[in-house]
């Protein structure tokens, strides 16, 4: 069985990861095949050529090549020429991205998750895409910023929404609205009827429409998104784990809590300890993640 990969379990309380991975052939030169849990990949490469093993397939990548790699992918990467290749491999957790790609209102990313192998296009080896992941791998040694993380995306996605053929965004407006309007902590707080509200569409109209674009029902996505904003409490204040649980919208702390760990895999304590724990790495040239 593959590894299942978490984004508590290496970069817990960061807005994303970076590093720069050399692989080879053979096969004690590169880790095993893994999925995620919760986050997406982004993968430069930056020398030689390789491949990356999705599932049964083979995806032949060379310098230039830019993948984005879901969390449902079981993956590997192995080298094929000579001296192996490199690649920058930026991962962030999977709600950051889906936040962004409603705020931002961008055509068809809901879609690339659906493909059969990972989204990739080519670009010049030397050129600004390059020089973004480069500058995004340098600030991770530094204090890594949500903006550095949200600048990578804005040169990265064009390139990639070419290379699926300009799809047009067919989620409906209203629909995109009442997504964005429930990162609102007030409107966590009242859950599914302000969803709803919010929408101004009968509720099966409202569950259609999101499995169709989101790939899950209102309650789901209502649980998602507090989950996440609970995440980020844990991080950002010493607030107690019921209070927590209360301005998320949970009706209890121990209902709260078995969520948080089925999705977490840890409870919420545990999870504001490791954050306390975690430290930047200063290290760039790292195999941390594959």
Known sequence: MPTILRWVEFAVGLPYHAALVPVTGGRRDRPEPH???????????????GVQRVGDSEMPLRA???????????HEFAGTATGGMRFVNIAFPSERWRAFADLA?????????????????AADPDGPVAAEFARVLAAYSGTPRVLDLVRLWTVVVPLL???????V???????????VAMSREDNLREGL??????AAVS????????????????????????????????????????????????????????????????????????????????????????
Do not use: N
């Not at 009827?193 to 919010?198: H, I, K, S």
């Open 35 to 49: 999925s995620h849990a919760d986050f997406h990949e982004l993968v430069f490469v930056t020398a030689g050529a």
């Open 64 to 74: 230039g090549d830019v993948v984005l790699v879901r969390p449902h992918d079981r």
């Open 105 to 121: 209102g961008l055509a068809g990313t809901a879609d690339w998750d659906r493909l059969a192998l990972p989204l990739a296009a």
């Open 161 to 167: 929404e070419r290379a699926a053929g300009g799809a």
């Open 169 to 179: 965004d067919r989620r409906p407006g209203w629909l995109v609205a009442a997504c």
């Open 193 to 198: 009827p302000r969803l709803l509200e919010t």
């Open 203 to 290: 509720p099966g109209h409202l569950a259609r429409s999101m499995r169709a674009h989101y790939g899950c029902t209102p309650v789901a996505f209502v649980v998602r998104r507090r989950l996440e904003h609970a995440a980020l409490l844990l991080t950002t204040t010493t607030e107690g784990i019921g209070r927590i649980a209360q301005r998320c919208g949970f009706s209890g702390q121990s209902y709260f809590g078995r969520l948080f760990r089925e999705t977490y895999g840890m409870a919420p304590r545990d999870y504001r300890e490791a954050t306390r724990r975690a430290v930047v790495p200063a290290a760039l040239d790292t195999p941390d993640i594959k």
